[in-house]
């Protein structure tokens, strides 16, 4: 039975029932989780299910990208609370983790389905499980989303505004969630998200994610990197900035994005030191971010700063704070350790 059946089939208990159904994704929320809601929600109403039955929740804890404020601000979505959530069916997109998703304890049980491209967790208690779960190591969730309408025959309509819409919403997660905008070029790119690329290239607004990738994709960011200093293992593409001034935390996600992709890296981290007003015990913050396939941006972080227990994230993107910072010598050596790990991987 295809996957996009075994979904249908899934959502037949609240159809029949006439019950409105919770769609969560995490917070901060990023291009590509609205995408794979605007999907599922195309997904939903071609299957008897109409938009006044789905209500689109989200913990909005701060701004992963400027961009997905402008995405969001593409469709209609309109993005709830999940402390006011009470639906009996919960959908949940683009995460696996409870804690992440905000979603109030006494519904974790009501999750009917999992939909996720997050696949690097060990099994805890803070993974979902629903009836339905299709967890897929692609580039981004919404081409999972994707496969679903694309195995039952519902086209993105090149002639429709919004669909023209949801397609740029779609063509910038997977740019913002392969971690490069060269995602788009990526040779390495699983089949699903090629599929998806491929059905949808020619109906995207190219002026659209031209104009919406501006703010992210700042190249003169590039110029902030004039004080500080360049750690880069000998072998591969892996480095670590360490700046000299305190910056503000959007920037420095900002600048870890842009150095990374305009500087062809597989791997970077970013150091700067926290003002004086934010740090406690801790002393700098971190950003991480990678771009090669086969490697974690998380698990370069922590080989590189393997006492420091405040550093969260995933395989394109980490973040966190750092009480210390070990000698330049210790570094290079933990970066070409590293560097011997993926060449093997690789
Ligand atoms: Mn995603």
Redesign the pocket.
Known sequence: MKKSDQFREILNEPKERNKPIAVIGHQNV?P??IA?MLLFEKFANNNGISSENLNFYNAIKGIQYNSSVSIKSLSKLNLRDPLNMNEEYLIVL?TSSKNYSGIPKSLETNVLAVID??TSKEESADIFHGKFEDIRKTS??NSILYSYLKESGIKINERDEGERKLASAMIF?LMA?SGNPLGLINLNLPKEDWVMLNDVRNIYDVDLVKNIARSDYDISLLHNFRNGIFLTSSDTKLQVYIHSVPEDDQKLSQMASVANWFGGLDGFLLISPLPTSQSNDKNYSLKGRCSNYYMSSLDLAKEVFPNEPNIFGRKEMCGGYLNSIPSHQEIVLSLNKYSKILLKKN
């Open positions: 990023c590509d989780q794979s683009d491209h997050h981004c969730c997660g969630d």
